[in-house]
């Protein structure tokens, strides 16, 4: 019988996944598979980059990054975007990976999913932040696949799945009560039942630590192992530290100085998304020039300064396509509202999670926030615990070979 154009295209597509996800097109969560074409907003964008004034010179000169974004910084990057970027071309880098979307729970879940070959590989997790999405991983995801060996020798690789937060780029914005925890519960339903797996790992930076240690301490039967290079809860300043006798390294004295700066001078956008996204939002939804004055500072000033040479690619085209991403799925207000629907999303008191799975955990030099073995040892049950002395608050784009090193090491304490 001949099929009309668009079902033998929607059969074509179904084989070409079949091995992926064999309950595609029957499963109640309408699994189907996806590909980014946000190219029709890109004309209209370029437009707005390009009538954006802004000042010749700067009012303060002199006082360099120390009060928010540069004048140079915006205008260099604002150059390039107009000369140089192209989104097509970034478009389909990011095509090249398998993107699917689910309806759970009515809401629209995007996510990347990457097989291994291995069918011992373990299903892994990767969960973003914010002002971060699925593009943090992308430097990771094919080397988590292919086999390897941990530091013992065993053998590992990885079914890697890789979702957009609710109200970030491609998933939909989820109602306004709504937590991290029940984010949690909608990647758990993803994981066993959109994606047939009984247990998995998690791993979470920044906001996606919210859900992440969510899974890892309310759904312990399924989430396994976690690793975490974040942690949802305040870090300690010098002073606390002290009264519990904790002592630090020269390294972790300076780490701990990045978060005293952070916490005194770096922590405004923090107030400002937990209590008044609406106004941000709309102020900047329209201005993708407003966007990247906004988000770019928190790349720039949250990497490490050595940020887009040696194994880093958060380069200035990094961030450009970062922001266009937001920017073109119109998910800058929503993106925001995580902070003010999860007030609560950096907890004060250190309690520890529910689970006896192994928790790893691994620091960066230049991340915005520290915590030392004796505080992660507090929140559930580490197992290991690394520090890198390159990289800052986005290690799968400026250290990915120490973060994949470190993942790998899931399989030295996965059991299930
Ligand atoms: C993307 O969408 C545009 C219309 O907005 C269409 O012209 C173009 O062919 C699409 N590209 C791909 C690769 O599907
Ligand atoms: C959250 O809001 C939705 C409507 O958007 C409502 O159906 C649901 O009951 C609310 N949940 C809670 C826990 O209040
Ligand atoms: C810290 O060390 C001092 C001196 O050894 C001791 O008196 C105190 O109880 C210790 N405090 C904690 C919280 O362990
Ligand atoms: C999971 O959590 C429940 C509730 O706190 C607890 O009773 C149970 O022992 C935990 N299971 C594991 C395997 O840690």
């Known amino acids: 019988m001949f099929l009309p154009f668009s079902r033998y295209l929607a059969f074509a597509l179904l084989s070409i996944h079949e091995t992926v996800c064999t309950e595609l097109g029957t499963s109640p969560f309408n699994l189907r598979p996806f590909s980014i074409n946000l190219s029709s907003g890109v004309r209209t964008m370029l437009n707005k980059i390009k009538t954006t ?27 390039e975007w107009l000369t140089s970027f192209d989104w097509g071309k970034e478009q389909d880098s990011m095509n090249q990976f398998n993107h699917f979307e ?42 988590l696949v292919q086999t390897a060996t941990t530091s013992l020798g065993k053998s590992i690789s990885f079914d890697v799945i890789v979702p957009s937060l609710p109200g970030f780029v491609f998933s939909s914005p989820p109602p306004a009560n709504w937590t991290v925890h029940d984010t949690a519960r909608v990647f758990n339903t993803l994981m066993t039942d959109v994606l047939g797996y009984s247990t998995f790992a998690v791993h979470g ?32 300043k010098p002073d606390a530290l002290q009264a519990l006798n904790i002592t630090l390294s020269p390294l972790e004295k300076f780490e701990e100085q990045e978060f005293i700066q ?17 106004t941000l939002g709309l102020a900047l939804y329209d201005t993708p020039v407003g966007q990247l004055a906004w988000i770019g500072e928190k790349f720039i000033s949250w990497s490490d300064p050595h940020a887009g040479t040696g194994g880093s690619v958060l380069d ?4 450009l396509r970062s922001v266009s991403l937001y920017y073109l799925t119109r998910s800058f207000i929503s993106s925001l509202y995580i902070y003010a629907q999860n007030p609560h ?31 992660a040892e507090k929140v559930g049950n580490l197992v290991l615990y690394r520090n890198h002395e390159s990289g800052g608050h986005f290690p799968g784009l400026e250290n990915p070979s120490a973060l994949i090193e470190d993942l790998r090491e899931i399989g030295t304490y996965w059991t299930t």
């Open 205 to 236: 930076t920044d906001f996606g630590v919210g859900p992440g240690y969510a899974l890892y301490d309310e759904f312990n039967k399924t989430t396994r192992a976690a690793h975490f290079v974040f942690l949802p809860f305040y870090p300690l």
């Open 102 to 143: 689910a309806t759970i729970e009515d809401l629209t879940i995007h996510f990347i999913h990457e097989k291994s070959s291995d069918p011992d590989a373990i299903p892994l997790l990767l969960l973003h932040g914010w002002p971060g999405s699925f593009l943090e991983f992308l430097p990771v995801i094919d080397q």
């Open 345 to 375: 999303g950096f907890a004060t008191e250190y309690t520890k999670a529910h689970t006896n799975a192994p928790m790893l955990f691994s620091a960066f030099k230049y991340n915005v926030a520290f915590w030392p073995p004796a505080l």
């Open 316 to 319: 200035s085209n990094e961030i």
């Open 53 to 79: 004034e802004l000042p010749h010179f700067p009012e303060y000169p002199g006082v360099g990054s120390s009060f928010g974004i540069d004048l140079n910084t915006l205008k260099s990057l604002r150059k």
């Open 262 to 278: 952070w916490d005194s001078s770096g922590s405004g956008y923090f107030l400002e998304q937990s209590t008044k996204p609406n």
